[in-house]
Each structure stands twice: as structure tokens, then as C-alpha cells.
């Protein structure tokens, strides 16, 4: 069974950091195109940066120059540096996977599992960031 676990989030003030990480499993990592969405209250399911398997990265505009994404193969973990938050990235944040890279890490989707074999969803970490 192909699984993500997130883990990492909290609260912060405005100005601070967190490290999400995204544990993988039941699948080859190395292999497949990861991403971190976020939605919140309210809100629409958003992409906020993915990684392809062949190392080409994508960051949504609002968290560009402040959020890095990186992964470790042999950890078969997924990261995500979150710098200089603001209260609008506040957000229950999720772990994707398209396993065996079976497909984009497409910006327009629910944040909730697909009945697919090669998707991999996570059950969110909150962050939450006051002024």
C-alpha cells in the first residue's frame, strides 16, 4: 500500500519557520513526483510547490523567495521550509505522490485521496500562523 505521513506543523508567530516533512512508503521514491498542497477554512485546495521526479520544482507565487522544497531519497522523505510565514499560510497542509511519476502533480485538484493505485495522499498537518 503506497502511504505519506506528514509531520511538522504547528503554531508560529508571523516571521517564523517550520520544516514540514513527508515520510514515504510502499513505494520507490526516487521515482515518482511529490508535491505539498494546503487548504484552508474557507478556501479552495491549493498546490503550493511540487518536485518532479527528475528534479524540476514548482513554488506558487505567494510563497516564492520564503518556502524550499527538497527530498531525501534514501530517507524517503519529502520536505517542505516554510521562512518568513504569514497569517495567510495558514493551512492544513498535505503530502501528495504520484507514484511512479503516473501522472503530474496537477494544480487543480481536491485536497482529498484519489481512487487511484499511483496516488498517495497524506492526512494533512496544520499550520497556523497569528500576527
Known amino acids: 500500500e503506497v502511504q505519506v505521513l506528514e509531520s511538522g506543523g504547528g503554531s508560529v508567530q508571523a516571521g517564523g519557520s517550520l520544516t514540514l516533512s513527508c515520510t514515504a512508503s510502499?513505494?520507490?521514491?526516487?521515482?515518482?513526483?511529490m508535491g505539498w498542497y494546503r487548504q484552508a477554512p474557507g478556501r479552495e485546495c491549493e498546490l503550493v510547490s511540487s518536485?518532479?521526479?527528475?528534479?524540476?520544482?514548482y513554488y506558487v507565487d505567494s510563497v516564492k523567495g520564503r518556502f524550499t522544497i527538497s527530498q531525501d531519497n534514501a530517507k524517503n522523505t519529502l520536505y517542505l521550509q516554510m521562512n518568513s510565514l504569514k497569517p495567510e499560510d495558514t493551512a492544513e497542509y498535505y503530502c501528495?505522490?504520484?507514484?511512479?511519476?503516473?501522472?503530474?502533480?496537477?494544480?487543480?485538484?481536491?485536497?482529498?485521496?484519489?481512487?487511484?493505485?499511483?496516488?498517495?495522499w497524506g492526512q494533512g498537518t496544520l499550520v497556523t500562523v497569528s500576527s
Open positions: 501528495a505522490a504520484v507514484v511512479g511519476a503516473k501522472g503530474e502533480i496537477s494544480p487543480n485538484r481536491l485536497c482529498r485521496p484519489r481512487n487511484s493505485p499511483f496516488d498517495a
Open positions: 510502499g513505494f520507490t521514491f526516487a521515482d515518482s513526483n
Open positions: 518536485i518532479s521526479k527528475d528534479g524540476g520544482v
